[in-house]
């Protein structure tokens, strides 16, 4: 078996940082540019779910490491009570911003689904960083 080297266990364990400031430059790159192409309305709808997205991102993280921690009994182990409120918040959090935003207007609701897929641009940019990473550097 192969021993794996540190620093490629170092950098694999700071994806999770990145994606997030991936996250946060396409999320600023991306809200003046949308003003720009469709106007306010589409703007506020793709800030409004980008910051969704964050907080999502974020809690499925902390569910994820939760779930983890309890099936391994390493850790600090969290109440199963706050690990399910905090899933199911998610979706509840999801539904209002899409409630409100569905109310106001049809460009709106259209940047709010494109602002709900800031995870999957972060995501996109983190795997072409590793892989450049990966070829530069032989990770």
């Not at 430059?25 to 910051?51: D, E, M, R, S, Y």
């Not at 390493?74 to 690990?83: C, L, W």
Request: proline fraction near 5%.
């Amino acid at each position: 078996m192969a021993m794996e080297q540190p620093s490629a266990e170092a950098f694999y364990a700071a994806a999770y940082p990145r994606i997030v400031r991936f996250m946060l430059v396409l999320a600023a790159l991306f809200v003046p540019l949308g003003w720009l192409w469709k106007g306010t309305p589409f703007a506020l709808g793709f800030a409004a779910g980008c910051a969704i997205a964050l907080v999502n991102f974020h809690w499925l993280k902390q569910t994820v490491s939760a779930v983890a921690d309890r099936i391994t009994g390493s850790g600090k182990a969290e109440p199963a009570r706050g690990v399910v409120v905090r899933f199911l918040l998610r979706y509840v959090l999801l539904a209002a911003g899409a409630y409100v935003i569905l109310k106001s207007s049809a460009p709106s609701v259209y940047g709010l689904l494109a602002g709900l897929f800031l995870p999957v641009g972060a995501i996109a940019c983190e795997a072409a960083y590793e892989t450049w990473v990966a070829l530069r550097r032989g990770i």
